[in-house]
């Protein structure tokens, strides 16, 4: 493996959503990598979350399986798992029955701890719970949830990259492990320190769209063209709205202030019934090579082929299935070109030949029924 963590040793206990995705990404890193899965099966292209991961599939419900899955935690730098608070205490395979070198990170949507810690939920859900989703979706209907991007993988995934590599760093000091507790109720507020002091400074009021990032802003919203499609516009800054009016065609002088938000509606109208008079891709024209911040809103298939995506590699095909490269990028620590996720317990006998099981181990591993 090449990559910045091509040092660190993961073992991921299989799951949904945000822990395999934390996964991906340390092992589009460089790191070692070993899902837990719980039988093997067919490999799938589709899954992008496992790519770059080796898996050995154990039974953990056999004395045997733990003992080879708690074999595998002692040896590992960091732990991932995503169930409920206690499963895997159930299991014997607990953050205390790990070595005190071990990070073990733990991936929820409520926390480790409080009333809600043991109930279901999804990204949705904690968005409603934190306050966010009310801030989503037009002014004339309901909240509308923006995938599961915000709570699951903002909220989510990347806070527990942030609170295991925290850890790491600490680690060199201390020489010891410690339970990171990723909580997507935590995480989602912790996004949003700017609206939290926009709301403070009576900047942002309660009512969806007619805020400044909301959609309330005729400057940073999206408008439809004569084609049906799309354009969004972002021209926050004094010197960037100047260039969107310049190629709407008005004349600022003659307009309302920027800011004045009792205008708002009216300049939405104005601004919708230009741009409903060209198509996207002659509004792209128009703002091309200004900082006007005009963009066309593509598909996903048009992204994938877009100038500046395609010359950075923004996108990539392992497996004929398009899926984002690893990101960020270093300069000296250069990750390896992703490649077709293996199938759940392809790795099961390599995985074992590293813990120091021969053939003959394995075997009886297999007769035991510890492997799945």
Not at 31 to 52: E, L, T, Y
Not at 362 to 370: I, S
């Amino acid at each position: 493996m090449t990559g910045p963590l091509a040092t660190l040793k993961v073992v991921e206990f299989a799951g949904l959503g945000p822990a395999p995705l934390a996964g991906q990404m340390l092992a589009d890193m460089g790191a070692d990598v070993v899902v837990i899965d719980r039988a093997s099966g067919p490999a799938d292209p589709n899954d992008v979350n496992r790519r770059g991961k080796r898996s050995i599939a154990l039974n953990l419900k056999s004395e045997d399986g733990r003992a080879t899955a708690q074999a595998l935690t002692a040896q590992a730098d960091i732990v991932i798992e995503g169930f409920r608070p206690g499963v895997m205490e159930r299991l014997g395979l607990g953050p205390d029955d790990c070595p005190a070198h071990v990070i073990y990170g733990r991936m929820t949507g409520w926390g480790q701890t409080g009333p809600l810690a043991q109930a279901a939920g999804h990204d949705i859900t904690y968005l409603a719970t934190t306050g966010a989703l009310s801030m989503m979706g037009p002014a004339d209907g309901p909240p509308e949830p923006p995938m599961n991007l915000v709570a699951d993988y903002g909220g989510g995934t990347m806070f527990l990259l942030f609170g295991l590599l925290s850890a790491v760093i600490e680690r060199a000091v201390s020489g010891q492990g410690q339970v990171v507790d990723a909580a997507m109720v935590d995480g989602v507020p912790a996004m949003m320190g700017l609206i939290h002091g926009m709301i403070s400074q009576g900047d942002w009021t309660a009512t969806r769209g007619t805020n400044w990032l909301d959609g309330g802003a005729p400057f940073y919203r999206c408008y439809v063209c004569a084609d049906g499609q799309y354009v969004a516009v972002g021209a926050l800054e004094p010197q960037f709205y100047t260039l969107l009016i310049e190629g709407l065609g008005l004349a600022e002088a003659e307009l309302p202030d920027q800011n004045d938000r009792a205008s708002w509606p009216e300049m939405q109208a104005r601004f919708a019934s230009i741009f409903v008079t060209r198509d996207r891709d002659a509004w792209t024209a128009v703002f091309a090579g200004t900082d006007a911040c005009v963009a066309p809103v593509l598909s996903l298939k048009e992204a994938a082929v877009h100038p500046h995506l395609a010359e950075r590699g923004t996108y990539v095909k392992p497996g004929e299935v398009t899926q984002a490269a690893p990101a960020p990028r270093s300069s000296r620590s250069i990750s390896s070109a992703p490649v077709a996720p293996t199938a759940p317990g392809a790795d099961t006998a390599a995985i074992l030949g590293d813990l120091g099981y021969d053939a003959a181990a394995q075997g009886a591993l297999r007769a035991k029924g510890a492997l799945s």
